[in-house]
């Protein structure tokens, strides 16, 4: 029996669709397994690290007292987030009150907008500290 001409490219098509079907399943089923291996930290851990991250962003700090026009944009957006994630981890874990504290600390000193308080760079200190072991 012979397949008509018409039926050729219907089977030809048919075989190409299942390939890709396949295809998109293979590769959405990679990019899960690789996005689950990568996302194992949760939780506190997720929140500390989330906080260090933040706080990062917001620097360079400056070195003095300056007028709220004069940061960067997101400085104290970032320096909020942080305290925000800080005090989340603390809350669940123990582990992160001191990480917590300090970055309250530097919260405190951004919102003064007196960058040079002793105090306030103690703490931005001891955050920059904790965040290395995070």
Same mark, same amino acid.
């Given at each position: ?24 399943a293979v590769g959405a089923g990679m990019i899960g397994v690789l996005w689950a291996s990568?996302?194992?930290?949760? @939780? ?7 906080? =260090? ?10 070195? @003095? ?52 308080d002793p105090n306030g760079r103690r703490h931005l200190a001891q955050a920059r500290e904790? =965040? @290395?072991?995070?």
């Amino acid at each position: 029996m012979r397949i008509s001409e018409s039926e050729e490219p219907v089977a030809a098509r048919r075989r190409l669709v299942l390939a890709g079907v396949a295809g998109f399943a293979v590769g959405a089923g990679m990019i899960g397994v690789l996005w689950a291996s990568t996302t194992a930290v949760s @939780g506190p851990t997720a929140d500390a690290k989330a906080a =260090c991250a933040a706080l990062a962003r917001a620097e360079p700090l400056p070195e @003095g007292r300056v007028g709220r026009g004069t940061l960067e944009p997101g400085v104290l957006q970032h320096i909020m987030a942080a305290d925000a994630l800080a005090a989340a981890a603390a809350e669940v874990s123990s582990t992160y009150d001191d990480l917590a504290d300090h970055i309250d600390g530097v919260r405190r000193m951004a919102l003064s907008l007196n960058f040079a308080d002793p105090n306030g760079r103690r703490h931005l200190a001891q955050a920059r500290e904790i =965040c @290395g072991t995070v």
